[in-house]
Structure formats: structure tokens, C-alpha cells
């Protein structure tokens, strides 16, 4: 059973900004701070599926860019790719809202792509606040375009399963 101290909006992340803007929860205060809410196991699937279809699209738009340099289509490959890019992370991102999980915002920019917005996918099973599974230090985000892990919490408040 993983456990692990209490993660909470303002605690820290692996990559180095703190959770936030969340909502966290409005009533669950733990240390002072609203504790911040992980995704739903039940709507998990549809985030899972916009990222997959995201990376899929993507994939298409950049090998058909990469198929095109040099010819008179390039410009309206790469167009076409960052239509793909910009449409695949709002889809991810609407996805993601649509859970009730606290949204954490990453400023990690990689290749021109910001991290985006991401939401804890590997929850508390057994503890939830406001019907949404507690966040624990070692918790998986999932970003649009890529992957965080909660690294700071209270350490004096652990949370199981």
C-alpha cells in the first residue's frame, strides 16, 4: 500500500514550481493549506484517451511535415502540425478539467512546448477529500505533454493506499 505525507496546493513538485492554481478543496484545510485533490480512477479513461488521441494526431501532422520540407506543401505541413499541437493540448487540457482534480499549471518549457496544465492520476485509493482521491508526496502528474511527480507534502500528515 503506497503512502506517503500529504500533498497540499503550494507544495513543492519534481519539477521545481509548486502545485497551483488548482481549485484545491474548498472545506479540507490540512497544515493550514486546502488540500490539493487527485483525479477520479472513473474519468481517468477519457484524459488517458485525449492523450492518446492527441499523440496520435501529432504524430500524423509531424511525419507528413517532415514528408513535405523541401516541397511547395512544407508550409502548410508545419502549419498543419502546429494546428495538431495547439488542438491536441486543449483537448488534453479540456479533458482534464472535466475530472474535479485539482489542475496543476507547469512553466517546464520543452521544444517550444510548455508542460501545460496537468492533474494526479495515481491517487490515494482509500482516502479521498471531496470525493476526489488524497494527493501524497511520490504522486504521478500527468502534464499534457509530459509527466511530474508530487515531491514535497506534511511530512506530519501521511496518507495510505
Do not use: Y
Request: with cysteine; charged share 15%; proline share 9%.
Amino acid at each position: 500500500m503506497p503512502l506517503g505525507p500529504v500533498a497540499r496546493i503550494g507544495d513543492g513538485t519534481a519539477h521545481g514550481n509548486p502545485l497551483a492554481p488548482g481549485p484545491p478543496s474548498k472545506d479540507v484545510f490540512i497544515g493550514g493549506q486546502p488540500a490539493w485533490l487527485g483525479c477520479p480512477p472513473e474519468a481517468l479513461a477519457a484524459v488517458m484517451k485525449a492523450i492518446a488521441d492527441a499523440a496520435e494526431s501529432i504524430a500524423k501532422a509531424a511525419a507528413a511535415n517532415v514528408a513535405a520540407k523541401g516541397t511547395p506543401g512544407a508550409a502548410a505541413a508545419e502549419a498543419n502540425l502546429a494546428k495538431a499541437i495547439a488542438d491536441g493540448i486543449a483537448a488534453v487540457a479540456a479533458a482534464m478539467a472535466n475530472t474535479g482534480a485539482s489542475i496543476h499549471a507547469c512553466a517546464i518549457i520543452k521544444l517550444l512546448i510548455p508542460d501545460g496544465p496537468g492533474i494526479v492520476t495515481t491517487g490515494s485509493t482509500t482516502v479521498r477529500f471531496n470525493d476526489k482521491p488524497a494527493c501524497r508526496v511520490g504522486d504521478v502528474i500527468q502534464e499534457v505533454t509530459s509527466v511530474n511527480s508530487i515531491a514535497s507534502g506534511l511530512p506530519t500528515v501521511i496518507v495510505g493506499g
